[in-house]
């Protein structure tokens, strides 16, 4: 099955600097990639997500790149603010089930 | 609120009590899914419906656990004779497509 790596676990940055977050995929039939985060006692919420006939998408302050030779894609976040701070989630899905990474707890320092 | 709604929010049972979750979908996704997070985990996948089939069970979802959407609308989870193991929080997530899933809030279940 799918396996779905996440780095880093922690990711600590400054108010308005940037944050970027990697993952890896192994299985080549993924085709959608969704990041979610996730603030403490809350649902999952899904931020940006991308397909796997597009390189990049971005959303305001969010972009996320898609290398499908690799597997691998990564989030980016620019301008980062105190209220970006969670844990982000990274996942892969071939058809129905989607299959996440570990989650990346970013803290915005102010 | 428009959203994925499940309930209860919180359980609390003692070993080899059973347990219910209700999860109701955003009303026009036919695509409904069950997964269970622990502490410092992403979700695992347990179950999918579409409509009221049970189209997938995950390796996780052992015998002692059961998954219904009768009339392709509300789910419920049951979990018989819960395990310490089984505590964690279960998420229910629906979607209008193949792709886009949207999470609702969750139940924490703690097995004492």
Not at chain 1, 64 to 84: C, G, R
Not at chain 2, 2 to 30: A, L, M, W, Y
Request: glycine fraction near 6%.
């Amino acid at each position: 099955g799918e396996n779905v790596e996440q780095h880093p676990s922690t990711l600590s940055v400054q108010e308005g600097d940037s944050a970027v977050i990697k993952c890896t995929y192994s299985d080549s039939a993924s085709n959608y990639f969704p990041w979610y985060k996730q603030e403490l006692g809350k649902r999952p919420q899904l931020i940006i997500d991308i397909r796997s006939n597009v390189g990049e998408k971005k959303d305001q302050r969010i972009a996320v790149t898609l290398n499908k030779t690799a597997k691998h894609f990564s989030l980016h976040i620019t301008e980062t603010q105190p209220e970006d701070s969670a844990v982000y989630f990274c996942a892969a899905s071939g058809s129905y089930q989607l299959t996440f990474g570990k989650g990346t707890k970013l803290s915005v320092i102010p | 609120d428009t959203g994925v709604s499940q309930d209860p929010r919180h359980k609390i049972t003692k070993r080899g009590q059973n347990v219910t979750f209700r999860c109701d979908p955003i009303s026009e996704h036919n695509r409904l899914y069950w997964y269970r997070q622990t502490l410092g985990q992403g979700p695992e996948f347990l179950t999918y419906f579409q409509n009221e089939a049970q189209l997938e069970k995950s390796r996780l979802l052992s015998d002692r656990f059961s998954a219904e959407r009768p009339k392709g609308s509300f789910s419920t989870l049951e979990i018989q004779r819960t395990e310490q193991g089984d505590s964690a929080m279960y998420l229910c997530a629906s979607s209008p497509s193949r792709n886009e899933q949207f999470f609702g809030p969750g139940t924490r279940l703690t097995v004492l």
